[in-house]
C-alpha cells in the first residue's frame, strides 16, 4: 500500500509537471512569435528608411556598373588573381601554423612521456638492485640449507645402516617380546623390593651376563630354579622381603642372603681339564660381590660343547656334574636329565637382556631418524628457496627486458622531438616567408584597388550626387549587410517557432490520465487484499497466543520433569556410591582370595615337587591296593626270573625317572597335571611309618639332615660299585634313538636353511623390483610435472614411509604447483590435484609403457590454459604415448587425429560408431 501511493503521488506530480511544461511552451511560442513581428516591422521600416532606386536609375546605376567594369577590366581581373593567390596562401599559412600548434602538442606529450620513461628506468633500476640483494641473501640461505639437507641425509644413512644392524641382531635373536602376566608381577613385586628395602641387590638372572650365547642353555640347566631366586646383602632383609610378600599376598620368592652362603670356591683343578670341559661359573659375567650367590647356584658343574664329552668326564674316575650346551645334564650320581620343552624358552632370557638394549638403541636410533626425517622431509624449505630466486632472477630478466624497451623507447622519443624540433624551424621558416609574400600581395591588391575605386568614384560622381549618397560603395556594403541580418534573424526565430509547436502538440497529446485510472483502481484492490490480510494476521496473532499458552504449559512440565532428573540422578548417585564402596570391599575379598588360592598352589607345587623329587630319588611311595598286589604276584612268580625282571624295571625306572627330570622344568612352570593329581590321590598317608612324619619344622630338618648322611653313605658306596653291564644294551638302543633323531634334526635344519635362504632372496628380489620401479618413477617425476606445467619453477617429487621395508608402508607424493608455496596434495585445488596425477601415470608410463591409456574426462576439473597444456604435452608425446581421450573440451577435438563418435542407431536398437580421420586435413 505504501508503494502504491507513493506511485500515486509521483503520477500526480507528474501530471502537474505536464501541465506546467505545456504553459511553459506556450509561454516560450508565443514570445517567439512576438520576436517575429517585432523583426517583420524593423524589416519594413528598414525598406522605408533606405534609398530605392527607380527605374532609370537602376538602368543607369548597372550602366554605369558595366562601364566601370569595362574600364577596370584588367584591374579587376589581376585583383581577382592576386586574391586567389593571397587566399591559397593564405589557407597554407594556417595550416602551417596548425601544424606548428600540433608540433607543439606532440613535443609536449613527448617531454611528458619522457619524464615518465626515465622515472620509470629509475625504478627499475632500483628493482633490479633490490631483487640482486634478495636473491643473494636467498642464495645464502638456499646453500645453507642445501648444505644441511645433506649432512641431514648422510647422517640419515649412517642411521639407517645403524639400525639395519641393530634390527638383524634383534631378529637373529628371535626373542619373543611377549612377557606372561606372571614375569610382569614378578618385575613389579621386585621393584617394590628395591624401593622399600636397599638391601634387594636384584634377581640373579639380572646381576648376571653370558657373553658367549652358545652357554644360554648350559647356565639355565645349571642355575635351575636358582635362576630366578632373588638375591639380598643379609639375611635380616631376606626375612623382611619375605613378611612383605606374605602382609602383601604377593605370591613366594627364592632369597639369597650374601652373608648366610656358605660355598667353596672353585676346585682349579677343573679349569686344567683342557678343551673338554670346565666350570660354568667361568662362562659367566657377574659382580664379584654377589659371587657366593653364583658358586651357590652353579657349584662346581662344567660345561662341554657336546654330550659325548660330558658323558666322559662326568664317568671319569671323578665323577662330576656336567651340563652340555645343547641342555644334557649329568648329575654325580649318573642321573642323566635332559629335554629342551621350557628350557630353550628360558634361556632366550639371557639374550633379551642384550635385545632389550638393542631395543633402546633402536628406539634412539628411530627417534634420531624421526627427527632427521623431518628434517630431509622438510625440503620444501629449500625447494621454496630456490623457487623464490627463481622468481626473483625472472623478475629480474622480466626488468631488465622491460628497461631495455624503455631505455629504446626514450631514444625513440629523443629522436621524434629532434625530428620535431627540425620540422618546426623549417616551418617556422616557411612561416615567415608566407607572411612576407602576403603582406606584399596585400598590397599589391590594396593598391588595385585604389585604382578601381578611383575610377569607379570617377564614373558614379554624378550618379551619387543625384541620388542621394556619399558614396556608391558604402551604399551597396550597407544595404547587404543589412538584408542579410534580417534575413538570418528570420530563418533562427521560424525553426524556433517550429520546433516549440512541435513540442506543443506532443505534450498535449500525452495521456497521463490512464495510467492513473489504472493505478487508482490497482490501490482499491491492494486495499482489499489489506484488509484480507489483516484479518488472517489476526487470526494468527490468536494462534499465536494460544501457541504460547501450550508452549506455558509444556515449560512448566519441562521443569517438573527436570526436577524429577534431578531427584533420579542425586539417586543414582548415591547408588554408585554404594556401588563403589561393595566394589571395593569385593577387590579386598578377591583379593584375600587371591591369596588364600596362591597359598593353595603353592602347597600344591610343594606337593608336587615332593612327588617329582621322590620319583627321581627313587623313593617308593605306598600306594593303594600296591602291597597286596606286590605279594600276589611274588607268590606266582618264580624266583629265578626276579633278577632280571629286577634290572628292567631298573632300567626303566631310570629311563622314566630320566624322561621325568628332564620335564622338570616345564612342569615348574605350569599348574599340578591331572596325571599328578591321580598319581597323589593313590598315596595311602596312612601306610608311611611314623617316624618319617615331621610334626614340626625342627624335626623336619632333623630327619632331611639324618636322609641327607644317608644318601651321602649310598652315593659313596654307588660311586665303589661296578656298573650294571646289562644297561649297555640299553645303551646301544638309546644312540640308535639319538642318532635317528640327530639324523632327522640335521635334516629339519637344513631344510630350514634353505627356505630361510630361500625367503631372503625373494625378500631381496621384492625389495630390488619396487627400488627399481621407485627409482624410475621418483627421477622422472620431477621433470615430467615441470613439462606437463610448462613451469620450470614446479616440483613434484616421491618420499618413501619406510626406507627398510618400503613396500610395506605408503608412498608419500607432494606437488608445488606453478608460483605456489608447498602444501600437502590434499589441500591443491581439483585442477592442480588432476595435474598431479596425470604427471605421475606419465611417470609409471616410463617404468614399464603401456601399449595406450584411456583418459575418461581427465580434463573436468581443468581450465582452458591447463587444458591446453594437458594437450601440448600429449601432442609432445605423440610417438611414444597413445591416448584414447573422453572429454567434453573442444582443445582435445581440435588437437586429436581422429574422432570417435557414439551414436544410438534406433532401427537396429542399437549403439553405433562414427570414425573420422582429422590426419588427411589441414595440419596444425
Known sequence: MANADKNREKLNEEVKRHAAGIEDLEEKLASVEKELAILQSEIDASRRQTVTFSGDQLTEY?????????????????MAQLERQQKNEQEEQDAMNAKITEYD????????AQTLLEDRQDKTNTSIEEDKSKIRQLQQQFEA??????????????????????????????????????????KETLADLQRLFPGVVGRLFDCCEVPNS???????????????????DTERTAKECVSYLKEQRLGTATFLPLDRLRVEPINEHLRMLGERAKPIADCIRYDKKIEPAVLYAVGNTLVSDTVADAKRVAFGKTRHKVVSTDGILIAKSGLMTGGLSGIESKAQRWKAKEVEQFKKDRETLWKELTDLGRGVRNQNLEA???????????????????????????????????????????????????????????????????VIAEKEDDIFEEFVTAVGVNNIREYEQKQLK???RQNENRTRLTSLQSRLQNQLDYERKRDLETPRVQLETQLEKDKERLEELEAKQEEVKEEDKNGQKELAKLRKEEDKLRSQVAEAEHVLKELRKDEAIQTHELRGVSKNIAAEETMVERLKDRRRAILHRCKVEEIRLPIKGEAEKEKAEKKKRPRDDEAEEEGEEEGEKSESESESEGEEMEIDEESLTTEDEKQISKIEFSLIKKSLVAKSQEEYNKLNETYLEDIAKLVSDMEKIAPNLRAINRYDDVVDRYTSTSEEFEKLRKRAEKLVKKFTKIKKLRFEKFMEAYNIISNNIDRIYKEVTQDPGSQAYLTLENMQEPYLAGVKYNAVPPKKGFRDIEQLSGGEQTVAALALLFAMHAYRPAPFFILDEVDAALDQRNVQKMVRYIRKRSPDLQCIVISLKDQFFEHADALVGIYKDVPNEKSGTALLDLRKFSTR
Open 482 to 484: 543589412d538584408a542579410q
Open 384 to 450: 621454496q628457496l630456490e623457487t623464490q630466486i627463481s622468481e626473483l632472477e625472472a623478475k629480474i630478466e622480466f626488468s631488465r627486458n622491460d628497461l631495455a624497451t624503455t631505455k629504446d623507447k626514450i631514444k625513440k622519443i629523443e629522436k621524434d622531438l629532434a625530428t620535431l624540433e627540425k620540422n618546426r624551424r623549417i616551418l617556422n621558416n616557411q612561416t615567415d616567408e608566407k607572411s612576407k609574400s602576403l603582406t606584399e600581395r596585400q598590397e599589391q591588391i590594396n593598391e588595385i584597388s585604389e
Open 105 to 112: 602538442n606532440q613535443k609536449q606529450r613527448l617531454e611528458e
Open 62 to 78: 548597372n550602366s554605369r556598373k558595366e562601364q566601370v567594369y569595362k574600364e577596370t577590366v584588367t584591374e579587376q581581373q589581376e
Open 145 to 186: 640449507a642445501r648444505q644441511e639437507n645433506e649432512r641431514a641425509k648422510a647422517r640419515q644413512t649412517e642411521l639407517t645402516q645403524k639400525l639395519d644392524q641393530v634390527q638383524t641382531r634383534i631378529k637373529d635373536a628371535k626373542i619373543d617380546s611377549r612377557e606372561t602376566q606372571r614375569e610382569k608381577r614378578f
Open 214 to 232: 652358545k652357554y644360554d642353555i648350559a647356565v639355565t640347566v645349571a642355575m635351575g630354579p636358582n635362576m630366578d631366586a632373588i638375591v639380598t
